[in-house]
């Protein structure tokens, strides 16, 4: 016998009202071709992604919440630490006077009325700025200082015009509403390493990589550089023309060598200026992904010694000077021989025994 026809349902997901709203018996709302997204809402497909799931849950939960933590982040579009891209419970929020919301798949909160709401995509959610200063609250996989740095960035880019240039008051401008936002919650859980992050937040960022290479240089006892710093190219009849930097980091007023975020080739021109030891083609404090592009312009215009040897110690390049790092090929083949003759001398023996 071919399988009862549902009415005609909708696109997304529906709650229990919806559906007996179109039509639909109990026995239908139990057919097993549904997928059960949550206690009393069902969908024709399961939720492809974060911001369907959200739609979802949202048809089932009271009206007075909102989503927070790490749900409104991944809803803004902030930059997260994987472990926490990767959860599967949606964060929600109600104000202190109503109970917790009690439902599998949700984790809640309460003290939504110290926050401010915005609708995104039809979603309520806390704003960029409350949104940031709650990711400073997460216990599970709690981000570090260097993650918020990198979530501050990109609240600051996204409130930034188009254009906008990293001056002190542009600085100022971008962090005052996420200032505003901690000083508002007092005392916060991770209120030290949130203070510490919002003294390196910077607008004009344009990928978590461009942050944590700064970060790097910042770490490493460098002067920090600029996000998107201008680069003037000199021209071959000794005019000066502005080109674009894309996701990197520059020194302003240099020209020699800039870093880039990995998968961003840097310019191939004389940009900016750091420390000799960077000339290495990395930075001491930095990943293996993390490069800089090397520079054969002469000492560097700060002043400071050249640093090869500590730079290479830990980076394994060498001095462009002394050549390239002999091959060790020939050391390990040796030790291979000696392990291959000490397991056949022990074959032997076992077999003779």
Do not use: K
Not at 21 to 41: F, I, N, P, Q, Y
Not at 216 to 233: I, M
């Amino acid at each position: 016998m071919p399988p009862r026809r549902l009415p005609p349902l909708p696109g997304g997901a529906l709650s229990l009202g919806s559906a007996r709203a179109l039509g639909m018996s109990d026995h239908d709302w139990r057919d097993e071709r549904l997928v059960r997204v949550t206690e009393g809402v069902r969908s024709l497909y399961r939720p492809a992604d974060l911001r369907e799931r959200a739609r979802a849950f949202a048809l089932a939960l009271p009206e007075d919440c909102a989503f927070s933590h790490v749900t409104a982040a991944r809803l803004w579009g902030i930059p997260l630490p994987a472990a926490l891209e990767r959860d599967e419970l949606l964060d929600v929020m109600r104000t202190s006077g109503r109970g917790y919301v009690e439902r599998a798949g949700c984790r809640s909160h309460r003290g939504l009325e110290r926050r401010d709401v915005h609708e995104l995509d039809g979603l309520r959610v806390t704003s960029l700025a409350d949104t940031w200063v709650d990711l400073g609250d997460v216990r599970a996989s709690r981000p570090g200082r260097d993650d918020l740095v990198v979530a501050g960035d990109a609240v600051a880019t996204l409130w930034a015009p188009p254009g906008v240039r990293r001056t002190a008051l542009d600085v100022d401008a971008a962090v005052v509403p996420l200032r505003r936002a901690l000083e508002a919650r007092g005392s916060p859980r991770g209120r030290r390493v949130l203070d510490d992050a919002l003294a390196l937040v910077r607008p004009g960022v344009r990928s978590p990589m461009e942050s944590r290479s700064r970060l790097l240089f910042v770490d490493a006892g460098f002067p920090e550089p600029e996000p998107c710093a201008p680069l003037f190219t000199p021209g071959a009849d000794g005019s000066v023309r502005a080109t674009s930097c894309g996701a990197s980091n520059g020194w302003s007023g240099s020209t020699r060598v800039m870093c880039t975020a990995p998968g961003r080739p840097a310019a191939p021109t004389r940009t900016a200026t750091a420390c000799s030891a960077t000339r290495t083609g990395r930075c001491a404090r930095s990943s293996p992904r993390t490069t800089t592009t090397p520079c054969d312009a002469g000492p560097c215009s700060c002043g400071s010694p050249a640093s090869w040897g500590s730079m290479s110690r830990r980076s394994g390049s060498r001095d462009p000077a002394r050549g390239p790092r002999p091959s060790r090929g020939g050391s390990t083949q040796r030790m291979r021989a000696v392990r291959l003759r000490g397991a056949s001398s022990r074959r032997q023996e076992r077999a003779q025994a």
